[in-house]
């Protein structure tokens, strides 16, 4: 029971992880935005996108959960062979420059990698040090969620209170019944009208 308790007072004990929550959502949402240029497209394509922004976000939360596994097994692949040494520099520059075409998915990666060590971080001041695999799943069911719940919230047409007066008023100016109430005004001082003296 004190254990669970404690599971349930992890994001006010380590507030950052409330702050991976956030960053989530914003993602999600913005992801949402960007498969609206491609809505007009098939189906397979929106949910092949969705798919490689989740894994991306995946790949970004095992990266800043166990770097130090990572690079020791990313060096030791490389001292391996030279062609191998190669190939994978070839490879890191072109994706840092596709990357880098790609500002606003690049400072998005940024974004998520910041919050994800913040959340690390916080969690091992509160002396919660799981293994890194298990921790890497934990933060990423909670980016997925995050995303997924950002998603739903701008496929049910979420706008923000500007966006939605901005369409409201408007539609009621066209309303049929303020147009048919103008309609039925009568219109004194016409000029040749029969109330004229």
Known sequence: MIALLRLVLVPLRAPMVLLLVAVSIYLGLNWSHSLDSVANTPFPITSLLWTAQCAQAMLVVVFCCMPDLLLRRFSVMLAASRVVTLVAT??????????????????????????????????????????????????????????????????????SPEAMLRRSIPSLFRSHRFDSGLKRMPLYGRVGSASNP
Not at 93 to 110: P, Q
Not at 125 to 153: K, N, T
């Open 90 to 159: 070839l490879l890191l520059v072109t994706i840092g420059g596709l990357y880098l075409l790609h500002l606003e998915v690049f400072s998005n990666v940024l974004i998520l990698a910041s919050t994800v060590l913040l959340a690390r971080l916080d969690l091992i001041r509160i002396r919660i040090v799981p293994p890194p695999l298990a921790l890497a799943s934990m933060l990423g069911l909670v980016v997925l969620l995050g995303a997924s719940f950002g998603h739903q919230l701008e496929s049910t047409h979420f706008r």
